[in-house]
T-cell receptor
């Protein structure tokens, strides 16, 4: 398994501002994922981030709103841009824990709890 | 369309009682199957997973799950629930090389 940390753990932000969330892994991983968990809801995949290429966004999510960086195999950032109260959610980073395996499984960071006023 | 359902939104059990959380999926092929637990204010922790082989899989914290192909189910069980098991439980499925799809979650409350 991988140990994943996220910064910040929580934040309260004003409408119209942006927040960058960091995700750090203790080992090199091929794929990193960003999820959103709205209050009382399940997880929705925002995008997949591979090192050295552009992130792949899921339907309903766009790069202008959620720009992602993946500068190396242990780190990624997600920015929530021009925030509105509807962006209040938990944002979770996860990694593919089976880089050299036939199977895929994911391990999650502790999440970043974002409140937009 | 591919989907994952967890029919029970909220379950309450007494401490020491047995537990079963249901998960059903609708996929064209048998996917990989996972159960995650999310304690309040925490991220997700992997409880167990099924890829192939023995249909009864053992996980951490005394949990087990049984894959039933005929019912497209992967139900999570625990023989004796502890108060610390109160949390949100998510079933997830994925085909190899494809993204995870999470169920809506089941919130477990434990009575003393």
């Amino acid at each position: 398994s991988a140990v994943i940390s996220q910064k910040p753990s929580r934040d309260i932000c004003q409408r119209g501002t942006s927040l960058t969330i960091q995700c750090q892994v203790d080992s090199q991983v091929t794929m990193m994922f960003w999820y959103r968990q709205q209050p009382g809801q399940s997880l929705t995949l925002i995008a997949t981030a591979n090192q050295g290429s552009e992130a792949t966004y899921e339907s309903g999510f766009v790069i202008d709103k959620f720009p992602i960086s993946r500068p190396n195999l242990t780190f990624s950032t997600l920015t929530v841009s021009n925030m509105s109260p509807e962006d209040s959610s938990i944002y979770l980073c996860s990694v593919d824990g089976a880089r050299d395996s036939l199977y895929n499984e994911q391990f999650f960071g502790p999440g970043t709890r974002l409140t937009v006023l | 369309a591919q989907s994952v359902t967890q029919p029970d939104i909220h379950i309450t059990v007494s401490e020491g009682a047995s537990l079963e959380l249901r998960c059903n999926y609708s996929y064209g092929a048998t996917p990989y199957l996972f159960w995650y637990v999310q304690s309040p204010g925490q991220g997700l922790q992997l409880l167990l997973k099924y890829f192939s082989g023995d249909t009864l899989v053992q996980g951490i914290k005394g949990f087990e799950a049984e894959f039933k192909r005929s019912q497209s189910s992967f139900n999570l069980r625990k023989p004796s629930v502890h108060w610390s098991d109160a949390a949100e439980y998510f079933c997830a499925v994925a085909l190899y090389g494809q993204n995870f799809v999470f169920g809506p979650g089941t919130r477990l409350s434990v009575l003393p």
